[in-house]
């Protein structure tokens, strides 16, 4: 099935809906010009449609297989990513060289390293979120294997030694060896205090590792000549729970003095889960019996580590989200214009079914909640860019308190939009969406996933109210607002220029805005057990109100450019603030009755009244 990437969106929404061109100004990415941009946006959907998107329904058709403890990729898969990595995306927000900035000018620990050359593009983080959307989109299980291997880098340049960094770093850039996050244990899900995984001093300043992990995503595969793994382990006599858990890095192959894969290290891929969807990408059962390991960071800080890798992943989470519901929202636009059913008021016999009122709403449901989604992505992107690339101090720490701010709503958010628009897709191809052969079904079984791993939504949603709100007295989740007051503002003054009337825009916003301050302040002053329970609405109310403001700005914006796309982009926004803006104030019941209603009915009562 084809799949167009939707370049135009993306472009408009790095115009206007985020403050692109202060990025560009910034010393860091003086060279970033728009027809640099532009190039790489083309090259990444010409890849997307042509080499990722043909692919998709084998993989999930066919899976990968293990066999004797080799994992096999699906077919064509080995071969798309012999084309990827040649062409150099792996290495697209990767750094130049060692000792040079990571993803918009980050310093490699402060430590210079002899400048060794990486081959990384260094390329601002707003870019890799653009073109993973689209392979996402075209291929989803595809792009974990690319995902994982960048965070992982992330991980060894901001906390393993020099050594490490320049044994494995090179040849991670340019994507011949992949890279694998291993936390879970069949005890130890989201609770990684759980874990068991014992690491053991070899007496030569490597460790042996000794245990299992569960749901390891790309754990083993044909497609690289090694795999790096990231593991979390416990040292002899470290602490009880999360405090006494240190990172570890533990190749696929061991690296001989010349720097190739050598012997094979003490790792197997014993078993692969059969899941729901995400047929392609192998999720491993992965067996450590003794492999040879070096600790990354210090001794028991091994989560703080490994948040540097996870941090990232979940942004690119909820591009998946959306990436995977831009393809259903094709397949089911493709559908709904040849598909005849019915008569269609007001058209000629023979209309297809795009002209039912019903259909044509959800087919606006989807478009205008990836749209939204797509900005709060890009959002949060653009604030760990700033967070590197901004000239004084002060505004690098104000971006890095709104990307840690955005990053649980960015996951949650674009993840749930997309199990929400794939599921609509289902139901605009009717029961033609319950067989496989639509492709619909696919998408929806794929999209599950997203709100469940690098931490579940909820767990997102606990991270916004209690370390991102309640720990700083609402300060960052204050200067956010302060931005949306201004979008506000700004709206107001434009409209009724010319006959332009936002008034619907402004009047949703307006009071999405009066229920998300309300809300923040009950979130700021409830006790722990109410927090919990008033999070998810929380961030949902957060996620309705952002994405709709950033979609306002973008056409306010785009209208005073007078880009070509701001007409069609406010009509859009007007379904959008119908549709989910408008949804925002009806949370307020909800978070400050808390946890009152949820266990106020008796819990033996639960399996039936």
Known sequence: ??????????????????????????????????????????????????????????????????KGGVVTTAPGFKEAYKAYTDAGWQGLSAPQSIGGHVSGGQELGGQELGGQELGGMGLPMVISVAVNEMLYGANMAFGLAPMLTGSAMNAIIAHASDELKKLYLPKMVTGEWSGGMNLTEPQAGSDLGALRTKATPNGDGSYALSGQKIFITWGDHDCTDNIVHLVLARLPDAPAGSRGISLFLAPKFLVDADGNPGERNGITAIGLEHKLGIHASPTCVMEFAGAKAWLVGPENRGLVCMFTMMNEARLFVGVQGVGIGERAFQTALAYAGERVQGRVAGAEPGAPISGHGDV????????????????????????????????????????RARQALLTPIAKAYGSDMGVAVTSTGVQIHGGMGFIEETGAAQHYRDARIAPIYEGTNGIQALDLAGRKVRRDGGAAMAALIGDLDVILADTKDISGNNGLDLGCNIRHLEAGLVAMKSATGMVIAMDEIDSHAAAVPYLDLCGHVISGALLIKSVVSGLKAKDPHAPAMQKLVWHHSLKYLAQAPAYLAQIKCAAAPVFAYPEDRLADL
């Open 360 to 399: 044509r709403r959800m087919l606006m449901d989807m478009k205008s909640g990836i749209m939204g989604a797509r900005a709060i992505n890009l959002a949060c992107a653009y604030a760990l860019d700033m967070s590197e690339a901004a000239p004084d101090e002060e505004a690098r720490t104000a971006d």
């Open 1 to 66: 099935m084809t799949f167009s990437p939707p370049i135009n969106s993306i472009q408009y929404l790095l115009r206007h809906a985020i403050d692109f061109r202060a990025l560009q100004a910034c010393p860091t990415h003086s060279d970033l010009s728009d027809e640099l941009v532009l190039d790489i946006l083309v090259g990444g959907a010409a890849f997307a449609s042509d080499v990722l998107a043909p692919i998709n329904r084998g993989g999930d058709e066919n899976g990968a297989t293990l």
